[in-house]
Each structure stands twice: as C-alpha cells, then as structure tokens.
C-alpha cells in the first residue's frame, strides 16, 4: 500500500522537531546550574510544550515551537569553549579510539594496493579481516595477550607487519591520520621448524615432527598456485657505498631469503671470485655445498623470448636453430664456475655479477599460441601508444622507458592464464574482444607481453646494451613436462622438447628435469629435503606472494616473528564482480574462543551505548 505525501511529509516533519527536542534538551540538562531558575523554568516549560505538540502530532504547532526553542537556545544555551572541545575533540577523540579497538582487536576493512597477491587478490579489491583467527592481539603494538598457533594453517592468508623494511619504506598512515607501519597481506608457506624444498612450481616439506606435509600437494588452495624460491638469482645485493663515478662495486654480498648465502670480489689479482656462506663461515663451493643447491633453485631457469634475429645478434646461440622464436633460459647460478663477470645492474652499478649458463629452446608456431594461453600479466597501462606498469596512487605518464604499443587504445589491462581483460575504473574486469588490438596472437604481441608483461620497461626487451637484464618469467620441469606461468606448454613427449633435453645432456651444466624429491614408492625424500630445504626457525613463519613473479615478501625480507601477525582476511566485498566472496586459502577457522570472545564483548558495548541513548532521551526534563 503506497503512503500518502501528507503521511510522508508529517513524518518527516516530526522527525525534526523530535531531534529539536531531544538536542535541546540535553544542553538544558548541561547548563542547568548556570542559568537563573526563571531562565530554565522558561526554556523547561517551552521543551515541554514542544514534547506535547510532538506527541499530538501536532504539526504546525510543533514546527513553531521548535523555531522558537532553537532563537531562545541560541540566547541562553550558548556554547562555550568548553563545551565544544567536548563536543568535537573529545568526541571525535573518542570515535578514533573506539574504531581504533575495534580494527585492532575484531575487523578491519582493507583496500589491496599492488598486485603481489594476484590473482587472488587484485589491485583496488577491498576485503573485510578478522583479527581474532589465531588469538587476540595487543591493541596498538606488535604481539599477542593470547596466540593459537594451531589455528594458523599453511595456506591461510594473513595480515602481517614487517619490521625488516627500510623506515622510509615501511611508513603508512592509519586511518589517513596517524603514523603507523605498513601493513601486508601473504600466504602463510612455512611454521616454525618447517623444511621446504622447491620443485616444479610446488614445494615439497617435512614439519618439526619429521611427518610430509601433505597439503601442499593435495590442498585445493595451493593446487592453482606456484611458487619459486627466489626473485632473481641474485637475491638482494648489499654492497658498500662508493663516492666516485664508474667506480667498480666490490665485494658484493648476495642474500636468498635474507639470509647472507655469497660474496662475489674483485681479487688482489685482477679476477674476479666467488665465495658460499655456509653460516658461519665463508668457502669454496662444491658438489654437495653448491649455491644452485639452495631449496631447489637449480629446478629452475629464467626465461625471455627471443626472434632468431635478435638472438643471432646477441651471439649466445649454442647451436643451428631454424626456427623463428626462440626461448632463452638462464639458470644453474654457480659463484665461481664459470667467474663473475662485470656488468651494470638495474641500480646503475658496476659490479661483479653471477655467469649463468644458458640454453635455448627452439619454439614453432605452436608452441607460441601455447605461451599465450597460459600469460599471465600484472596490471598495466597503455596510454598514448606507451604503456607502464599500474599503480593505484599515481597517474602512468610515459618516459624514456614505456615500451611502444601502437594501436592499443587507451587504458588499463592485464592477463590472467591467457584470457585479456580491460579493468574498469571500478576495478571490475571486462574480457577483451577476440580482435581487440592487445589480444592478438601475431608473434611480436606475444613476444612483447611475455617479456615486459611483468615489468613495463624497455630494460627488459632484448638488447646487447643490457644483456643481463632478465625479466621476471620462470621455467621449470614438472614430471616431464615444460612449463611456463604455471601452465605446461611443452609436454613430455614434444619431439621438439626431446631434442632439446638430448642436448642438454650433452652439457656439464645443462637445463634438465632433475625430478620431484621423491622415493620409488612415492614417499617423500626426507634425505634431499633436509640436506636442501629452507629451513624455518622457531618463532618466525615463511610467507610468500601468490604472484611470485612481482612480489616483495620474505624471499627478500626474510622470515616473520610470531608477533608481527596481525589477522586473517575472510571475504572480498568490492567490485562488484565474480570474486566477491570467501578468498581462496585452507581452513579459515571463524568460530574459535578469542572470536567469540572479541564478539560478546563488542555486541555488549554496543548494545550497552544503544540502551544509554535510549534512556538518556527519556530522561524527563
């Protein structure tokens, strides 16, 4: 039944004069005792009348009382400065710290800012966490008053704080006020005692117990992922500061989960040399103490995707290949077999840098199409015909280094395992059209997106100025079969792929599968993981990127305290899209003692302010 506009017109106009009246009411009750008793007698009475008119739903009376109560109240119930620092700092004071609390101890509603997470979590997603999965947290400061550790599965996503992080790096602002520590959100790879050994795109490990740990290769939530056990193969480098231009940066020190693994110097004859860190001092290489040893890197090479041409123009062919696309794969990184060489890196600095072996893998028409169902891109932008990576808190303008894509409207992309998408500004994704422009399977397209799909800059497009320059791309073998981006693209018995391998053999350091860390019958190879593996210390966790490929976390800032572990994100909520919905991770337990708990106590705070409103809106005159 619809309501009459009068009926709607009355309501809203008694609406008014109620919240007159109950305003009103309050500042008399403030200033009661500094008012003349006929003053208060007065503006008592005139509430009063309005209270009555209110009731009657009287509405032109109680319209005109109300105009009235609100001149007298502006004569006799001025505010003072007291009475708005009360109002205003105070109360506005008190609503920061309640929502403070609140996001500390309960929830928090998070925007996702970059694209480490991809492509479960994509930039601008807002999603809601919990902060009472694993325990309870000590509000405003790093730690726990109660921590589960048995509550925290490997597969969960988690909110983390990361103290490792250069200060200017590592600044944020909590609730667009306060200063605060950045805040991340990763998967939850490694717990205390933990050996992990890298394979394949999968990782294979053994708990503290000595028991496999099953899930991650039978959990539903790491099955579509892949993760690598390093960034690039030379990990973060920390050399010592030099004043004078051109200088050579030497000894250079290399870290693989911020742990301190090489050193590569300039010697006192000239050359060039590398050294292992085995933890507690420095030595020689060798089979069984070998860099590419570490966690399994040697499992896996570093890719970009050449013409003939232009590998025929790099002269680092180490044979006749006749097909027109070839795939380059830089892997097996040794310290001293074969010598650094000197080389500029992305910083500008001359430095000693690994001689990785390389091998070439000759591609056909068919093997392209594959590579481009399987692409998998970060966000970018095209504008103007140039394009560049995407960031939330800027405008992409081109520079000297935007690669070229002419043809390509204006906006913003990305790829993910083959499918193109155009992203709207909401963060909504709309699949591209079959001959839209940037989702052409002509070879230079593919070429283009492999190479600079993860970082937008003409460094990373093949070039004898920066041959070192690899993109982030990785390959690797899994049981048999070649894979790129997480997908096989060459399976085991490709003759193409055969006659690669019988190659490779060939090689003292060739690019061959050297099978998962398993026995005969199936069981893991505790040996192999545990001579191999990265091994997690009490009290600190592993956690990684679901986007390996463009992703900061504890590949270079190392493992994470306990107490910096924040919550759990459980639901996204924004764009308005498919993915709105529960986030793919193992259990997520929502319904634990410290939820309840955080929860009775918040529905009771709640429930206790509504009652007090109630009652102090009754509260006679």
């Keep these: 039944m619809q309501l009459s506009k009068q009926y709607i017109s009355t309501l809203f106009a008694l609406k008014r004069a109620k919240k007159v009246f109950h305003r009103l009411k309050e500042k008399l009750h403030q200033k ?34 109300s105009i009235k109560a609100i001149q007298d109240s502006k004569l006799h119930l001025k505010s003072s400065f007291k009475d708005y620092f009360n109002e205003w700092v105070l109360g506005t004071g008190a609503i920061l710290l309640i929502v403070s609390v609140v996001n500390q101890l309960w929830f928090q509603n998070y925007q996702i800012p970059s694209g480490s997470m991809r492509p479960t979590l994509m930039e601008k997603d807002r999603l809601i966490a919990t902060k009472t999965n694993f325990g309870i947290n000590v509000p405003f400061k790093k730690g726990h008053l109660f921590f589960n550790p048995n509550q925290l599965k490997r597969g969960n996503l988690v909110i983390l704080q990361n103290d490792k992080l250069p200060k200017h790096e590592n600044t944020s602002r909590y609730l667009y006020i306060f200063p605060a520590q950045k805040q991340f959100v990763k998967r939850l790879i490694g717990k205390p005692g933990d050996t992990l050994y890298f394979y394949g795109g999968k990782i294979y490990g053994i708990d503290k117990n000595g028991n496999d740990i099953t899930e991650f290769l039978s959990s539903e939530t790491f099955e579509p992922l892949e993760h690598i056990p390093f960034n690039t193969f030379e990990g973060k480098i920390v050399t010592d500061p030099i004043s004078e231009r051109g200088q050579i940066h030497s000894p250079v020190y290399l870290y693989q ?10 010697n006192s004859l000239g050359s060039f040399q590398g050294k292992f860190y085995n933890g507690s001092q420095w030595v020689d290489e060798s089979p069984n103490l070998a860099y590419q040893n570490l966690w399994g890197i040697r499992n896996y090479a570093m890719t970009r995707l050449l013409s003939k041409e232009e590998a025929l123009k790099l002269g680092t062919l180490d044979r006749e290949i006749n097909t027109p696309y070839i795939l380059e794969l830089q892997h097996s990184p040794q310290l001293n077999f074969p010598k650094p060489h000197l080389g500029m890196d992305i910083q500008g600095r001359l430095r000693p840098k690994l001689t990785l072996e390389k091998s070439f893998l000759p591609l056909d028409e068919k093997s392209l199409i594959n590579i481009k169902g399987a692409l998998s891109t970060s966000r970018f932008v095209v504008k103007d015909g140039f394009a560049g990576n995407y960031a939330i ?8 280094y935007s690669p070229r894509f002419e043809g390509v409207p204006d906006g913003t992309y990305e790829f993910i395992k083959g499918i193109g998408y155009k992203v709207q500004s909401s963060g909504v994704q709309v699949p591209l059209d079959k001959d839209h422009p940037i989702n052409s399977k002509s070879p230079e397209m593919i070429q283009k997106l492999f190479n600079l799909g993860m970082q937008m800059y003409t460094l990373y497009e093949p070039s004898s100025k920066y041959p070192d320059f690899i993109p982030s791309r990785y390959a690797y ?9 997480g997908q096989p693209v060459l399976e085991a018995e490709n003759p193409t792929l055969a006659a690669f391998l019988n190659h490779e053999k060939s090689k003292t350091h060739g690019f061959l599968d050297q099978g998962a860390p398993l026995l005969p019958n199936g069981q893991i190879n505790k040996e192999i993981v545990l001579n191999y593996g990265l091994s997690i210390p009490q009290g600190e966790y592993l956690f990684l990127g679901d986007n390996h490929a463009n992703s900061r976390d504890c590949r270079s800032w190392g493992f994470i305290p306990e107490k910096n572990i924040q919550g759990s994100p459980a639901f996204t909520f924004w764009p308005l899209s498919k993915r709105i919905g529960p986030i793919l991770q193992n259990h997520l337990t929502l319904f634990n003692i410290p939820t309840l708990l955080i929860s009775f106590l918040g529905i009771s705070l709640i429930t206790l302010s509504i009652k007090l409103n109630r009652r102090q809106k009754k509260r006679k005159l």
């Design 257 to 266: 989960m911020n742990q301190l693994v090489g050193r590569l110097s300039l």
């Design 477 to 485: 073998f899994r049981d048999g079969d070649f894979y790129l981006m």
């Design 32 to 65: 009661r005792h500094s008012l003349a008793t006929s003053t208060y007698d007065s503006l008592k009475n005139q509430l009063l009348d309005l209270n009555s008119a209110i009731e009657t739903k009287n509405i032109s009376l109680a319209n005109e009382l």
């Design 393 to 400: 808190e800027k405008k992409f303008e081109p520079n000297d």
